[in-house]
T-cell receptor, first 116, second 112 residues
């Protein structure tokens, strides 16, 4: 199946710093990517839909100024957690679908963020 | 918007037995229903999916059934093995790579 990578796989940062997470589709183009957040033992919660060449669409309750999303190319979307706080500590996972062939979505390996 | 409910939240079975996980959804516009398996600390992996024009789909020990009228779909795992132990998520959404709404997950434990 299609491959989606994420970088970094884990990050520890001090409160107040910003962290950028990259999501790449390695062998297909993705006009749309999705960012999810997952707390321990909980389900995946959609944060936003990343659209190549246009603004992201955020889910209700997600602060767009805090979680900046950029989808500058058909293979790369970035999520920047600005001024991170301990409550932002979570597992962030992106997904992408090769919409040219199928509607199946493939997930990245996730990024574990710990804010001290 | 879409709301997906998943039951049970935990399921313990003996190796070799069958496991069934059920999900209901609310949005009749949903046409795509994937199931994902997530091992601890890893990404969700697609194990099977079904589209609204099909009532049942099978892949070796895994099968999924869909009842669009009742808005529910189920995952069936037969002859369970210890390596089937994981968290399983159902999801629902429109076709063509649109966003998915996930169920709460089911932690499956297969006892050897």
């Amino acid at each position: 199946g299609a491959v989606v990578s994420q970088h970094p796989s884990w990050v520890i940062c001090k409160s107040g710093t910003s962290v950028k997470i990259e999501c790449r589709s390695l062998d297909f183009q993705a006009t749309t990517m999705f960012w999810y957040r997952q707390f321990p033992k909980q389900s995946l919660m959609l944060m936003a839909t990343s659209n190549e060449g246009s603004k992201a669409t955020y889910e209700q309750g997600v602060e767009k100024d805090k979680f900046l999303i950029n989808h500058a190319s058909l293979t790369l979307s970035t999520l920047t957690v600005t001024s991170a706080h301990p409550e932002d500590s979570s597992f962030y996972i992106c997904s992408a679908g090769d919409s040219g062939l199928t509607d199946t979505q493939y997930f990245g390996p996730g990024t574990r963020l710990t804010v001290l | 918007g879409e709301n997906v409910e998943q039951h049970p939240s935990t399921l313990s079975v003996q190796e070799g037995d069958s496991a069934v996980i059920k999900c209901t959804y609310s949005d009749s516009a949903s046409n795509y229903f994937p199931w994902y398996k997530q091992e601890l600390g890893k990404r969700p992996q697609l194990i099977i999916d079904i589209r609204s024009n099909v009532g049942e789909k099978k892949d070796q020990r895994i099968a999924v059934t869909l009842n669009k009228t009742a808005k529910h779909f189920s995952l069936h795992i037969t002859e369970t093995q210890p390596e089937d132990s994981a968290v399983y998520f159902c999801a629902a959404g429109p076709l063509a790579g649109n966003m998915l709404t996930f169920g709460g997950g089911t932690r499956l434990m297969v006892k050897p």
